[in-house]
């Protein structure tokens, strides 16, 4: 049985309607079509999650990245994926409860799962090699927000400032700002209406006006400014007079009890809520980020799931429109997130998903054994049913609505459809495909991945791969430790003259300034363009230089550092020290020189290192990284790849449907011959038959009327023998069109390998690209005498 196709994902086998009788081919589902989204819809027991891994696992090994929302604890199963399919390896992973149920030991239930999930494969025509490749392709990750039984996933990034096409967005805008809002209110046990709720609008506003500054929120600070807002009106009305004082100082404690909490500490460690984060890992693979909310309490669970979404949202405006499959989001359990009454703040975002994510290739996969729960609005919206057994006729119903509202231009028998869900078995769904024409029944395959069911604590935190330590962002120091740091070696500050231009930096901490040291701090701009790459980037420089006690300047041991020019201060802080100045550094006219050999240090030293992938003529950008440019190519080649499918196929259907339609003639022919041969061997059997019971029974002599019969039976068995050897010539003639169909479809195969191989994305070749400026591009705004404050605890 050949199921591994490109871009297509083996499910399982369709079944006969009438007898529910697996056929011999497999079913095999076109990944482009999920990027209408689908839904998995099945009571308990009905096999819903084992539809889900394996679709999942289809994914991973066609290299497409995957977001796993976990409500129930089920779906880290798909890290307990065992190449070798041995005892040892399921060991870890078996229960004692049911071993002591069955009255074995551990080693012997490991043993019998071992072989009974090596025989389940092959049953599907699958093996432990599959399982090795889905393995190797997978990667899978686990995260577990608020907690270190895995990787925690940290929030902070979720009231960090959203990108300037969000902002931009003014909808968008509204219903991010909506569900920060929301979702920390639902946190601190608020049930807040956006248009009524005091609360609801004072953070709201806060957001809005820190996000369109470009400035983030963290918890301490959102304490400070509910207490003392950065705005003086909200709407029309005086803050004090729409929100008094004490109330918002009631506020700001239940914020700052949510800080205080034990524990909540975890929500602000780990991995950064950004999908690209979760989706790829740091050498830009794709992976299935499976992420376990069972631990949360249900205020959790919806405040995190809301942000999660936002950031779904946020990430697929950033990509590019394709048909392609990019990546899935998938969610096991969705009961609660999409009502079909109440508004809870994971609603409108999952809504937007699903109405806008089909444009940039990210597909949606809703699963739920509630469906009579789910907003049927958010039905219409997808492409793909697979409808499992259902518990009551109430969810029967609402399904068929739901169908009824994809199937809007008809095409759908409500009572043919009634009938077929009507007694399905455990892993038997009715898949409703809007891009087929018809249902069909399917059995779904066995799964690569052991589904040993929710897995305890200590079995997640044993499956945290090494890499799943906390994620730690490094701090860049304002202004770097300079390496030629003289002592202070006077107290007061040094008179200079007035044409020296001299700049004070803010020190790095709220501690006491001790004193200054001097140094060179220049600030230029490099412009770099390439019409050959695309590119043309501006790059700020911002260099702090040691000052000798001769005054000699190196620019080449300058430290690029982060500060901006409004951050410099005129005046230094009261009851500090100051190092000595070089006798250079006090001369207008060095300061000129120094401008030139900074000018000088620039045009040799800043430079645009890009990476070039010729096979597909793209140039990363400035600023990206190779990991986040492969994964771009990654999505390229993925486009690229589906097309070749698509034409190497469309090339191959006439030719094939051409030998089919030949072999079913020639078939035909062979079915005419054999009848016509046997009716002639019939004819002359008894013809010959005759003649010789005449001759010998008859105890006659030959006479010339038995010679001629006899002669007429044996012209009549050289025609019978000449109609067999027909039948020989017709069915050599079918066997010769079977074997071209078959050469015929190996092409094709071999053709849809090298297309695999030629658009790989661990494959594709990088060449390094450097882009000079001229001389002309560097432009040095100011060079100045800059003064670098040490605390105490420097």
Do not use: C
Request: charged share 25%; no cysteine; hydrophobic share 45%.
């Amino acid at each position: 049985m050949d199921f591994e196709k490109l871009g297509l994902f083996y499910l399982g086998r369709p079944l006969e309607p009438e007898t529910l009788e697996r056929r011999a081919e497999p079913l095999l589902y076109d990944a482009r079509d999920l990027v209408t989204h689908a839904a998995i819809l099945g009571m308990t027991g009905s096999g819903k999650t084992g539809l889900g891994v394996a679709l999942l696992e289809e994914a991973a090994i066609d290299g497409v990245p995957a977001l796993v929302i976990d409500p129930k604890g089920d779906m880290a199963d798909l890290a307990l994926a065992f190449p070798g399919l041995s005892p040892e390896e399921f060991r870890p992973w078996v229960r004692p409860e049911d071993a002591e149920r069955k009255g074995l030991t551990l080693d012997a239930l490991a043993a019998a799962e071992a072989e009974k999930w090596r025989a389940g494969l092959a049953e599907w025509g699958q093996n432990a090699a599959r399982v090795g490749r889905f393995r190797e392709a997978a990667r899978v990750a686990l995260f577990t927000p608020g907690s270190e039984i895995a990787t925690p996933i940290s929030i902070l990034a979720s009231f960090a400032p959203p990108s300037a096409a969000v902002v931009a967005d003014g909808d968008l805008f509204r219903d991010r700002i909506e569900t920060a809002a929301t979702s920390l209110l639902g946190l601190l046990g608020i049930e807040a209406d956006p248009l009524q709720s005091r609360e609801h609008i004072l953070l709201a506003t806060l957001f809005a006006e820190a996000w369109r500054q470009g400035q983030g929120y963290d918890l301490p600070r959102l304490i400070a400014d509910v207490q003392k807002p950065p705005v003086g009106k909200i709407g029309i009305l005086e803050v004090e007079t729409f929100f008094p004082a004490r109330e918002r100082f009631a506020l700001a404690m239940r914020v700052n009890n949510l800080l205080a909490a034990p524990g909540f500490d975890v929500w602000t460690r780990g991995e950064t809520l950004a999908l690209d984060r979760l989706l790829y890992d740091d050498a830009g693979r794709p992976r299935l980020a499976v992420v376990s909310i069972a631990h949360l309490s249900d205020a959790e669970r919806m405040f995190f799931v809301s942000l999660l979404l936002n950031e779904a949202v946020a990430w697929m405006r950033g990509q590019s429109g394709t048909a392609s499959l990019r990546a899935l989001l998938y969610m096991d359990e969705v009961f609660g997130y999409l009502p079909p009454v109440a508004n809870p703040p994971s609603k409108k975002p999952m809504l937007t998903l699903l109405k806008q994510a089909r444009a940039y290739g990210f597909g949606l996969v809703l699963a739920t054994q509630n469906p009579v729960d789910l907003d049927y609005k958010a039905l219409g919206n997808i492409g793909t049913w697979f409808l499992g057994r259902l518990s009551t006729e109430r969810d029967k119903a609402r399904v068929l609505d739901g169908l009824e509202g994809v199937a809007a231009g008809g095409g759908l028998d409500r009572a043919a459809m009634d009938r077929r869900l009507a007694g399905l078995r455990s892993r038997v769904f009715l898949m409703r495909n809007v891009h087929d024409a018809q249902p069909e029944l399917l059995e779904t395959r066995w799964v690569l991945s052991y589904l040993a069911g929710p897995l305890e604590r200590e079995q997640l935190r044993a499956l945290a791969a090494p890499s799943a330590a906390v994620a730690a962002a490094a701090t860049k120091a304002s202004a770097p430790q300079m390496a030629a740091a003289a002592a202070p070696a006077g107290e007061a500050r040094p008179v200079l003259p007035p044409e020296v231009p001299q700049v004070f930096l803010p020190p790095r901490d709220a501690g006491p300034v001790l004193a200054y040291r001097a140094a060179l701090l220049g600030f230029g701009r490099v412009h770099l363009e390439s019409a050959r790459q695309g590119v043309a980037e501006t790059v700020d420089a911002r260099r702090l230089a040691p000052l000798g006690e001769t005054g000699l300047v190196d620019w080449l041991a300058a430290a690029e550092i982060e500060i901006e020019e409004t951050d410099l201060e005129a005046e230094p802080r009261a009851g500090a020290r100051f190092g000595a100045v070089p006798d250079r550094a006090q001369k207008k006219a060095t300061y000129t020189r120094w401008e030139k050999d900074f000018a000088d240090t620039l045009y040799r030293t800043v430079r645009l290192e890009l990476l070039a992938a010729p096979a597909f003529g793209e140039v990363s950008r400035p600023g990206e990284a190779e990991r986040d440019f492969r994964v771009r190519l990654g999505d390229l080649a993925r486009e690229a790849r589906d097309r070749a499918v698509e034409a190497a196929r469309r090339k191959a259907a006439p030719k094939l449907e051409a030998l089919d339609q030949r072999i079913a003639r020639a078939q035909a022919r062979v079915e005419a011959e054999k009848h016509q041969a046997s009716a002639r061997k019939l004819e002359t059997a008894i013809s010959v038959g005759s003649t010789l019971l005449g001759a010998l029974l008859g105890r006659k002599k030959l006479s010339t009327t038995t010679l001629g019969r006899a002669a007429t039976s044996a012209r009549s068995a050289s025609r019978s023998m000449k109609e067999s050897r027909d039948v020989g010539l017709a069915e050599e003639s079918v066997e010769a069109l079977l074997r071209r169909r078959e050469e015929l479809a190996a092409e094709v195969e071999r053709e849809l390998g090298e297309v695999a191989a030629r658009f790989d994305p661990a494959t594709i070749e990088l060449e390094p690209v450097t882009v000079k400026p001229r001389k002309t591009d560097v432009e040095v705004r100011r060079v100045v005498l800059a003064w670098v404050p040490e605390s105490a605890s420097a």
